[in-house]
């Protein structure tokens, strides 16, 4: 079956710090990665997509950036965080492109003080 | 412009009693329409997924209904359960690549 994890599950970061977080799936291949972010009160939001390694679509420009490195791992950085980069951030898969079922990880929780 | 409206935002209910949310859309070309239950501090799961030609669809306890000429949706909650309480979102998806349109979310208490 498959497994998404990420991690760390919770993480304080001071303004202008860096972050990296992690998302790594399990039981599967070739499988399309999402980044999400979910504010306080509001929706869900769609930060990045790939659908192979090394292959990386932006939706919303924004302090963040994302890499694949392997083809079941998914990586969410800054060089510098910002106040506004607080949130619940959750990484998917799916097998489809689109309109294919996704899946989520755990999330993380970010606060940056 | 492609939206997906949820009501009410948020309810509270005795538990075994039981609740419909609704989901409101305006996404066109229409592929496909989900619910997801997310309880607090975790991912969504999913609870159903529903094409166009689908009117109803159960996953136990949870029945959602698709009305595609109105563009409404329902989720409908029989005899509740504490373990019931968490947000519920719906999303919806064109038959484009990766769109998809998410819902607020409707947040259920359910209290004993």
Redesign the interface.
């Known amino acids: 079956s498959q497994t998404i994890h990420q991690w760390p599950a919770t993480l304080v970061q001071p303004v202008g710090s860096p972050l990296s977080l992690e998302c790594t799936v399990e039981g599967t291949s070739n499988p399309n990665l999402y980044w999400y972010r979910q504010a306080a009160g509001r929706g869900l939001q769609l930060l990045f997509y790939s659908v192979g390694i090394g292959q990386i679509s932006s939706e919303v420009p924004q302090n963040l950036s994302a890499s694949r490195p392997q083809d079941r791992q998914f990586i969410l950085s800054s060089k510098k965080l910002l106040l506004s980069d607080s949130g619940f951030y959750l990484c998917a898969w799916s097998v489809l492109i689109g309109s294919g079922e996704q899946y989520f990880g755990p999330g993380t929780r970010l606060t940056v003080t | 412009k492609n939206q ?1 409206e949820q009501s009410p935002q948020s309810l509270i209910i005795l538990e075994g009693k039981n609740c419909t949310l609704q989901c409101n859309y305006t996404v066109s070309p229409f ?2 329409l ?1 619910w ?1 239950k997310q309880d607090t ?6 609870l159903t ?1 529903m094409t166009f030609s689908e009117n109803t669809k159960s996953n136990g306890r949870y029945t959602a209904t698709l009305d595609a000429d109105t563009k409404q949706s329902s989720l409908h909650i029989t005899a509740s359960q504490l373990s019931d309480s968490a947000s519920y ?1 719906c999303v919806v ?8 349109f ?4 409707t947040r259920l208490t359910v209290i004993p």
């Open positions: 997906v592929s496909n989900r997801y501090g975790r991912g969504p799961v999913s997924i979102i998806s064109d038959t484009g690549a990766n769109n998809l998410f819902g607020t979310g």
